[in-house]
T-cell receptor, first 111, second 118 residues
Framework: KNEVEQSPQNLTAQEGEFITINCSYSVGISALHWLQQHPGGGIVSLFMLSSGKKKHGRLIATINIQEKHSSLHITASHPRDSAVYICAVRSKGLAGNQFYFGTGTSLTVIP | NAGVTQTPKFRILKIGQSMTLQCAQDMNHNYMYWYRQDPGMGLKLIYYSVGAGITDKGEVPNGYNVSRSTTEDFPLRLELAAPSQTSVYFC?????????????????FGNGTRLTVT
C-alpha cells in the first residue's frame, strides 16, 4: 500500500468547471505539498501546508490533519491548467527528509 | 538565480555504459535529492544528501552512486547501465527543517533528465 493515495488518477473537465483532486496519506506528516507537472516534465511546487487552507489565484488547497486528507481545488478551470498534479507528504522523524509521493492525477481541461 | 539545474535533458545509453547526471543548485540548500519517475508510479527516492560530504541511500539505490563534495553540486552516477534504469530522473533541493518552520520547506525541482537504456 502506498503511503500517499490520490484520486482520481485521470480527470477530464470542460473549461470553466470546478475541479477537485483528493489526497489521502497514512504516515505522520510535518507538511503536505501539492506539485504541478506540465507536459515536458518540469515539476513546480504549488502549495505547502500543514493545517487549514491556502489560496493562490484560482487554486485552493485544504488539509484535514485528523482525517489525513487533503484536497486541491481549481475554480474556473482553463486549458492551461492541464497537467499532472502530485500530492507529496514530508514525514515526521529525526531527519524529516523523507518525502512520499502520490502517483499523480492527470488533468485535461477541454476548451 | 537559476534554481536547480540538471543536465543533460535527454540521453540514450547502451547496456553497460556509464554516465553521470549533473545537478547544481544556487539557493544554498543543504538537502538535495535524486528521484526517478516511472510511468504510473510516484517519484521514488534514489539517494539524498543533508549537506556536503554526507549522502545516504533512499528507496531504490541499486545501480547508482552519488557524491556531494560541495553544497551546490550533487551528481548521480550510473556505472553499468541496465534497461531497468530507463526512467526520468529528477534532482531536487530544499532547506533543512529548523525552528518553528520545522519540516516546512518546499522542494525545488530540476527540469528532469529522460534516460533510455537500450
Amino acid at each position: 500500500k502506498n503511503e500517499v493515495e490520490q484520486s482520481p488518477q485521470n480527470l477530464t473537465a470542460q473549461e470553466g468547471e470546478f475541479i477537485t483532486i483528493n489526497c489521502s496519506y497514512s504516515v505522520g506528516i510535518s507538511a503536505l505539498h501539492w506539485l504541478q507537472q506540465h507536459p515536458g516534465g518540469g515539476i513546480v511546487s504549488l502549495f505547502m501546508l500543514s493545517s487549514g487552507k491556502k489560496k493562490h489565484g484560482r487554486l485552493i488547497a485544504t488539509i484535514n490533519i485528523q482525517e489525513k486528507h487533503s484536497s486541491l481545488h481549481i475554480t474556473a478551470s482553463h486549458p492551461r491548467d492541464s497537467a499532472v498534479y502530485i500530492c507529496a507528504v514530508r514525514s515526521k522523524g529525526l531527519a524529516g527528509n523523507q518525502f512520499y509521493f502520490g502517483t499523480g492525477t492527470s488533468l485535461t481541461v477541454i476548451p | 538565480n537559476a534554481g536547480v539545474t540538471q543536465t543533460p535533458k535527454f540521453r540514450i545509453l547502451k547496456i553497460g555504459q556509464s554516465m553521470t547526471l549533473q545537478c547544481a543548485q544556487d539557493m544554498n540548500h543543504n538537502y538535495m535529492y535524486w528521484y526517478r519517475q516511472d510511468p504510473g508510479m510516484g517519484l521514488k527516492l534514489i539517494y539524498y544528501s543533508v549537506g556536503a560530504g554526507i549522502t545516504d541511500k533512499g528507496e531504490v539505490p541499486n545501480g547508482y552512486n552519488v557524491s556531494r563534495s560541495t553544497t551546490e553540486d550533487f551528481p548521480l552516477r550510473l556505472e553499468l547501465a541496465a534497461p531497468s534504469q530507463t526512467s526520468v530522473y529528477f534532482c531536487a533541493s530544499s532547506y533543512p527543517p529548523s525552528g518553528t518552520l520545522a519540516y516546512n520547506s518546499p522542494l525545488h525541482f530540476g527540469n528532469g533528465t529522460r534516460l533510455t537504456v537500450t
